[in-house]
């Protein structure tokens, strides 16, 4: 095993299993680029110790991603790298939870990194696994508008996990609390400060001064649960779901939108203000996933689809907590279907909730082919509730 994946272990008390995964991803991308390798750098939870791993009977379930970027000394592309290995596909299916994700960033498109709060977590806190040290190159500065798209993105999680509550709980939990876990990213990257790590940002959010709109008790209550439930702790469903609303309308209105009792519904415009430009690269990736899927919409690659969804699920969100009931042909049903290209669910019916799911994974499947990560999962998802 490699020494930098050894002490990365020993630092965090990581398992075997996943040091195992992570060495067998290292000599996977030094075959596929045979030499030209310049660094492999982990990402994300993994890097700074955030890493969410249970230990059920005989093995390990994996409860968080590995990120992990690539630099190479070619204009080559980036593939799904990690699909390429019959050991991470076999890990991969034992949490939906759990998914190998890999960019390659040739040294020719170093230039272009993109100013994102990502960026700037690599270049302080990202984890040299292979080749030289390479996270100067990433862009310490970044726009708040990075971390508000990914904050918008992963408001559907905790909603499809419902799918599977009751067969698998420890899945729905952890969707809520990484949701929840947003709102001190949010606090710190809209003051431009990068902090890496769910424990650090847990700890800047404690630390905010006097008069800071997030400088609440009930939020800091609510984001200690978040995080204890990262770290194994049990919570009801129902006193996480209050945590989860108080922190998503506390994220929204420190944003500017009004949210919550008596508001009215949260327009896609308003979400799309909220979010930087898409670069070009990433239009041109949702064009190709669209020709794979033989099919291509003009109107539909330029309108910010993200903005679409979750102004759908807000609404969804914002219904159900005043136990209103949706309209056949509802404001969350019309946006739904146009993220998804499709025709709008009616969401007035009992299995709403299943008719939205499904709806969302038809847009994100066209947003993203290869988004499918557990096949059991997404078939709960498509199939309806367990409950």
């Keep these: 095993m490699h020494d930098a994946i050894q002490k990365l272990g020993e630092q965090f008390g990581y398992p075997d299993g996943l040091l195992e995964v992570l060495d067998e991803l290292r000599l996977l991308l030094d075959r596929k680029f045979k030499g030209r390798l310049l660094s492999v750098i982990l990402s994300g939870s993994a890097a700074t110790g955030d890493f969410v791993w249970r230990r059920e009977g005989d093995g390990i379930t994996f409860l968080s991603d590995i990120d992990a970027v690539v630099i190479v000394a070619s204009r080559e592309s980036g593939d799904d790298i990690?699909?390429?290995?019959?050991?991470?596909?076999?890990?991969?299916?034992?949490?939906?939870?759990?998914?190998?994700?890999?960019?390659?960033?040739?040294?020719?498109?170093?230039?272009?990194?993109?100013?994102?709060?990502?960026?700037?977590?690599?270049?302080?806190?990202?984890?040299?696994?292979?080749?030289?040290?390479?996270?100067?190159?990433?862009?310490?500065?970044?726009?708040?508008?990075?971390?508000?798209?990914?904050?918008?993105?992963?408001?559907?999680?905790?909603?499809?996990?419902?799918?599977?509550?009751?067969?698998?709980?420890?899945?729905?939990?952890?969707?809520?609390?990484?949701?929840?876990?947003?709102?001190?990213?949010?606090?710190?990257?809209?003051?431009?400060?990068?902090?890496?790590?769910?424990?650090?940002?847990?700890?800047?959010?404690?630390?905010?001064?006097?008069?800071?709109?997030?400088?609440?008790?009930?939020?800091?209550?609510?984001?200690?649960?978040?995080?204890?439930?990262?770290?194994?702790?049990?919570?009801?469903?129902?006193?996480?779901?209050?945590?989860?609303?108080?922190?998503?309308?506390?994220?929204?209105?420190?944003?500017?939108?009004?949210?919550?009792?008596?508001?009215?519904?949260?327009?896609?415009?308003?979400?799309?203000?909220?979010?930087?430009?898409?670069?070009?690269?990433?239009?041109?990736?949702?064009?190709?996933n669209d020709l794979l899927g033989r099919r291509c919409d003009p109107a539909w690659i330029w309108r910010r689809k993200e903005a679409c969804a979750g102004a759908a699920l807000l609404d969804i969100y914002r219904c159900r907590r005043e136990g209103i009931r949706l309209e056949p042909e509802s404001n969350a049903g019309r946006w739904l279907g146009k993220f998804s290209g499709g025709p709008a669910p009616d969401l007035s019916r009992d299995d709403a909730e299943d008719r939205a799911r499904r709806s969302y994974w038809e847009g994100e499947q066209r947003l993203h082919p290869g988004a499918i990560r557990n096949r059991d999962w997404v078939e709960a998802i498509m199939r309806g509730s367990d409950g």
């Excluded at 990194?113 to 100067?136: K, L």
């Excluded at 876990?181 to 902090?195: G, K, R, T």
């Excluded at 769910?198 to 400088?215: C, K, M, T, V």
């Excluded at 945590?243 to 929204?252: E, G, H, M, T």
Aim: hydrophobic residues 45%.
């Design 82 to 288: 990690a699909a390429e290995s019959q050991a991470l596909r076999r890990i991969s299916s034992a949490s939906a939870l759990f998914h190998v994700d890999v960019t390659v960033i040739p040294s020719s498109a170093i230039a272009n990194i993109p100013h994102s709060f990502q960026a700037a977590e690599i270049r302080q806190s990202g984890w040299i696994v292979a080749g030289c040290d390479m996270r100067h190159v990433f862009p310490g500065d970044f726009r708040p508008g990075s971390s508000r798209e990914a904050f918008f993105l992963n408001l559907w999680k905790p909603f499809l996990f419902r799918a599977v509550c009751l067969r698998r709980p420890d899945l729905y939990r952890q969707a809520i609390a990484r949701q929840m876990m947003d709102l001190a990213l949010l606090a710190s990257s809209e003051q431009n400060c990068c902090v890496a790590g769910h424990r650090q940002r847990l700890e800047a959010f404690e630390a905010l001064p006097e008069g800071h709109p997030l400088q609440r008790d009930d939020l800091k209550a609510a984001l200690r649960m978040a995080y204890g439930v990262r770290q194994g702790q049990n919570f009801a469903n129902g006193q996480l779901e209050e945590a989860q609303f108080l922190c998503l309308r506390a994220a929204l209105e420190f944003l500017g939108i009004e949210y919550g009792a008596g508001s009215s519904a949260v327009e896609p415009a308003r979400i799309q203000a909220l979010l930087d430009p898409r670069p070009p690269r990433r239009i041109a990736g949702e064009i190709r």
